[in-house]
């Protein structure tokens, strides 16, 4: 499995795709612009979901229409973020497999984020119909919040982890 | 220059941006604050747009996402000052720096329209073709902002 991943970085990496956006002096930034817009909309709307499911925010309108009202951008985001993340991930390949924080969030940190968001949405739907929400609903909702300050920390953290040349 | 150099050498400023778990605590701070920031704004200029939520009145959805717009505003305008202050000399004439602010200052601008005329324009039949210019550019500018904002170090070496 080690060895697949890192022949996996190194094809990556040779690709015509990371090359060219290395050696681009424009693109990089726009790569960027593409990971954090589309982070921008999942994680945003995320958050937003959660703390109203944990009771906090505007309480006029339903978690589960909260829920509905941005199922389809949160979505739209998530796919901007993966597209904009490979493509910062394909300029480096081998330096991102190599690197603990970059590992830990990839492997643990967004498959199980991403599990809990699955969950959360299609339970919202039942524990969301009321104003105020239930106590499994507010637990629920305040784990999937944890767990997407973690990969953000853990994203944050990748150059502070990074070996010495 | 006097007031950027004070500033740089603030105690609290050179603290807070002194150790690993501080620094990084900022960034931190700072991508969830622009992610709400952003992601609330996007999804109400979409709604005006027409494009979003549609089950929903676009007052409605206001009410929902605008005080996370404000919370994110809040959190990444503190801890993007605080890092801005730990290299204040640096930022005085770095003008994309400075273009990135303008477009943060306009996106606010955009937004308070926004929020201010949704009321008025959810009791028309159709929202007019004006309120959806006003929203695309809303939505333009925030996405200008974040681009601005990873040029800084791209372009600048500052950050």
Redesign the interface.
Known sequence: MHQFIISFARWVQSTHLGVGILESTWA???V??TH??G???????N??LD??MMGI??K??TAA??S???F??NWV?FVIAITGGFMLFSTAALTYVANPSFDVKLSMLIPTALIVHIFNQQKVRTWGQTPETPGIAKLAGLVELLLW?SV??A???IP?FAAEP | MGFSLWLQRNAFVVWVNGS?VTA?SL??IH??G???????T??MD??VMGV??K??SAT??A???F??MWT?LVLATISGFLMYASDATEYLHNSVFHHKLYLCVLGIIFAVIVRRNVPKWDKLPAIPGIAKLIALVSLVL??AT??W???VP??TGVG
Do not use: C, H, K, M
Not at chain 2, 34 to 40: D, E, K, N, P, S
């Open positions: 990089f930034p726009y960027q612009l954090f817009t982070l921008s909309l999942f994680i945003g709307t958050l937003a703390l109203r925010g505007n006029n309108q229409q909260l509905d009202s941005v389809a951008w985001g300050l953000v920390s994203a944050v953290l502070y | 690993v990084s960034e931190i991508y969830v622009f992610f709400l920031l952003v992601g609330a996007a999804i979409l709604r979003a939520a089950r929903q409605q959805l009410e929902q996402v005080p996370w994110g925030w996405v974040i681009l904002g990873v040029d791209a372009l």
